[in-house]
């Protein structure tokens, strides 16, 4: 395998890096640059940099050996409108992504349905999100307007931080359908939209709300056209989408959440034997909910969440019919590490049979279990050591199931 420079320089610098200074309480690698992170901040300007690094190897089961990697170099800027021009509440948000990597959707090299990673996609360069914010009436109403990441907005996982694989890490795979099914736009492939949220009480973490957004799908493709992110245009068809949800503060946190996504267009119907053949529209209906289960020390620091997650697409027009997700994450397992994490995540996929008659193919459910523990070596990085098993890989009942080791670190710039 060839190995490119990224990552020889982030599996010897980072953790170098890391280990020299351990004892420096800095959150970043570069630290304050003598006052001047600091001072921006305090002007109104916030930036952050941080690189992530993915990498995998199948122990068994996947039809080609090897390891590889994916990485990304994401760099997130904040402005705030009240000090530049008096906005009150209202900031503009800007990021961009670098990505490199050894095979871009690793799924597809260990043939499986499920992203391993959440950061695998295509290599390039890019300006991501673009957009104006503003919160008014204390912070219970609240807009966002731009190039925006709208699945992360509307059915994101939540207790995820422990996680690599896509389904436990960011949405379920029902949810991002591209080309196949509802196709709200996606990091790094913002595009354009808007969201409106309204809460009950001005401290989200004990409020009910009420979400709405409109997106457009660009053809059904977030990443057509527009290599670089610079393309602003309009292509449409429209995807709508709405959430409801409850949270409540601790010692028992907790949160409850429904949530629909609705895309306008037409679909070839799976159902029907002439390929010709098309239905009006596509969706997807979520639920979900999660509390704290236990604490593991008078602080609520160390505590142990659980959650679970259903979401369902009809099978006439849609790869996955149903999916099924439940977590358990404990934040400081260990009294000496409190800022550890240790996650355990199962997931099971019911894929559409009419979609497996039309295209021959031998699937039902596909199952995922993931155990990933996540420690910092210093505050500006960690590493992440875990392992992956798919069971009935691609929803097939007689391959073997795929086993894979997996490694993320994470420096925070």
């Excluded at 890096?17 to 630290?31: H, K, M, R, T």
């Excluded at 999100?129 to 966002?144: A, F, H, I, R």
């Excluded at 359908?177 to 913002?190: A, C, D, I, V, Y």
């Amino acid at each position: 395998m060839k190995i490119n420079y990224h990552f020889i320089w982030t599996l010897t610098f980072a953790p170098l890096s890391a280990l020299l200074f351990a004892n420096d309480a800095s959150e970043n690698l570069l630290g304050d640059f003598g006052g001047l992170r600091t001072s921006l901040a305090e002007g109104g300007f916030g930036i952050k940099a941080k690189h992530i690094l993915d990498a995998y190897d199948d122990i068994s089961g996947a039809p080609k050996n090897g390891a590889l990697y994916f990485g990304r170099l994401q760099v997130d800027a904040t402005l705030d409108l009240n000090q530049y021009l008096g906005i009150s509440g209202a900031t503009i948000a800007i990021g961009g992504i670098h990505q490199y990597g050894h095979h871009f959707y690793n799924r597809r090299t260990f043939d499986v349905l499920t992203n391993p990673s959440t950061i695998e996609s295509r290599q390039f360069t890019r300006l991501t999100n673009l957009s104006l914010n503003q919160v008014l009436m204390d912070g219970m109403l609240g807009y966002k307007i731009g190039k925006i990441d709208g699945v992360a907005e509307f059915g994101l996982q939540e207790y995820n931080t422990a996680f690599m694989n896509l389904e436990l890490n960011y949405v379920p795979r029902i949810i991002l359908q591209p080309s196949t099914g509802t196709n709200l736009p996606f990091h790094p492939g913002e595009k354009w939209g808007a969201v409106v949220k309204y809460q009950t009480g001005i401290d989200p973490n004990n409020t009910s709300y009420l979400k709405i957004g409109f997106f457009d799908t660009n053809n059904y493709d977030v990443y057509e056209d527009d290599p670089n992110g610079l393309t602003f245009d309009y292509s449409g068809p429209l995807a709508y989408a709405l959430e409801l949800g409850i949270r409540r503060p601790g010692p028992a946190t907790s949160y409850a959440k429904i949530g629909a996504h609705w895309n306008e267009g037409s679909y070839p119907d799976l159902s029907s034997a002439t390929r010709s053949n098309q239905v009006n529209n596509n969706f997807v209906v979520y639920a979900g909910a999660g509390k704290t289960i236990a604490q593991f020390s008078k602080t609520q620091a160390r505590h142990l969440d659980g959650s679970v997650m259903w979401s369902y697409a009809p099978k006439n027009r849609n790869l996955y019919h149903q999916q099924f997700i439940a977590l358990l994450r404990a934040v400081g397992p260990f009294a000496n590490r409190p800022m550890d994490e240790l996650g355990i995540g199962v997931v099971v996929s019911f894929l559409s049979d009419h979609y497996a008659r039309r295209n021959s193919l031998n699937m039902n459910e596909e199952y995922i279990f993931e155990l990933s523990y996540k420690t910092k070596l210093s505050p500006y990085f960690s590493i992440q050591p875990g392992f992956q098993a798919i069971r009935h890989p691609k929803g097939d009942k007689n391959r073997d199931t795929v086993y894979l080791a997996t490694l993320r670190t994470v420096i925070t710039f």
